[in-house]
Nanobody
């Protein structure tokens, strides 16, 4: 497993942007598929975006319909970091965002598929 630490959350106005970062420790980060999930108050944790493993920064990506066109996931294997750029933020994007990882080629979208999790970072979108 890798250790994951998220950062970059905060308070942002609707329509604004935010970039979340997830720093991973461990020599095998490049072989991990990485995902971002979020959990709003009173709701279940849900998949937001994921990126496949890869030697270089490119990787195939998957997005939830709710963020498609507004979110971009990327990774920098040299820095052991995965990013989530969120634009045109909406009130309903308010949640705790979690980074997750799994040593697999494909990008899982289910919670149970991931075996490494960060502690989460709060994103609050205000009107």
């Amino acid at each position: 497993q890798v250790q994951l630490v998220e950062s970059g959350g905060g308070l942002v106005q609707a329509g604004g942007s935010l970039r979340l970062s997830c720093a991973a420790s461990g020599p095998t980060f490049s072989s991990y598929a990485m995902g971002w999930f979020r959990q709003a108050p009173g709701k279940e944790r849900e998949f937001v975006a994921g990126i496949s493993w890869g030697t270089w920064s490119a990787g195939s990506t998957r997005y939830a319909d709710s963020v498609k066109g507004r979110a971009t996931i990327s990774r920098d294997n040299a820095k052991n970091t995965v990013y989530l750029q969120m634009n045109s933020l909406k009130l309903e994007d308010t949640a705790v965002y979690y980074c997750a990882g799994r040593p697999t080629i494909v990008v899982p979208t289910t919670i149970s598929a991931y075996d490494s999790w960060g502690q989460g970072t709060q994103v609050t979108v205000s009107s």
